[in-house]
């Protein structure tokens, strides 16, 4: 009677068993791959009065992408618009493809002739452009800042020249196009960013550019929230942890009652025997 009893008390915590490691197994993740990302339609700019070919940059293009499609190289894209290897392109950037035509050079007008010329000493020319620099908070952490993603406050921004002077700074703010730091003389700079501690960037934090007479330098530093972020925010441990709780809670108070019972059928037996 005993051992019968005790025969399905076995079964019924093997049953109890089973059931846990079903329900507690993790489940494979499915590989699901990405859709290909489907580049923007390129719209073919036409000749303005000038004769220049101004392309307005769209989501997701890149200057490869658009040297390539306009026909011309990379070296020639960013001679044509100034810009650096580093430099960052912005949807919405008007860029110069080139010019409708060979370029006509224009006579100039044939001086008057005076009996006592003039004489005018050539100087050099020197200038000055702008440096717009912006930090971004880089949700998807692709480096680019795409149009849902917003600046970010709290970060400091500097501008050096390479004799180690500084020509401008700033703590960044929630001003969707930055910051420009203007009267920047014709000379090399060291462009870089500080975040907060409780981000951690998704860019390089440092960018060397030259700066030419009328030159305009868009700068973009990408910075993603940390793990902290997301536990301050309140992020609560999944609901299998939970169950995973409870049925140890289960396997422990079966086991306990099958010794229960087993130090009882010992002792069962050994009077019999007696």
């Not at 880089?138 to 501008?159: H, I, K, T, W, Y």
């Not at 550019?209 to 305009?216: A, E, L, M, T």
Request: aromatic letters at 8%; proline letters at 7%.
């Amino acid at each position: 009677m005993v051992i019968k009893y005790l025969r399905r008390l076995l079964y019924l915590s093997i049953g109890i068993l089973a059931m846990a490691v079903f329900l507690v197994a993790p489940v494979k993740a499915r590989s699901v791959k990405a859709p290909p990302m489907q580049p923007t339609a390129f719209f073919t700019p036409t000749p303005d009065s000038n004769g220049q070919i101004i392309y307005t940059v769209q989501k997701d293009d890149s200057p490869w992408r658009i040297a390539a499609i306009a026909g011309i190289s990379l070296e020639e894209l960013y001679a044509l618009n100034g810009l650096q290897p580093n430099d960052y392109i912005t949807v919405g950037m008007e860029l110069l493809l080139g010019y409708e035509g060979p370029q006509e050079a224009t006579a100039a007008p044939e001086p008057l002739s005076t009996e006592t010329p003039l004489q005018v000493e050539a100087t050099p020319f020197v200038g000055s452009g702008e440096i717009c620099v912006i930090i971004f908070i880089d949700e998807n952490g692709n480096a680019s800042f795409d149009e849902e993603e917003v600046a970010l406050s709290g970060g400091q921004v500097s501008v050096v020249s390479v004799s180690g002077e500084l020509a401008g700074e700033r703590t960044t703010d929630d001003n969707p196009e930055g910051h420009c730091f203007k009267e920047i003389e014709e000379d090399d700079y060291n462009v870089s960013a500080a975040i907060p501690e409780e981000f951690n960037p998704t860019t390089a934090m440092n960018l060397a550019i030259r700066i030419q007479p009328g030159d305009v330098k868009y700068i973009q530093f990408g910075a993603q929230p940390s793990g902290a972020v997301n536990t301050a925010n309140g992020d609560k441990p999944s609901g299998r942890s939970t169950i995973l709780g409870a049925f140890g809670i289960i396997l422990l108070a079966a086991a306990g009652i099958l010794g229960y019972y087993a130090s009882r059928y010992r002792k069962h037996t050994t009077s019999l025997h007696r």
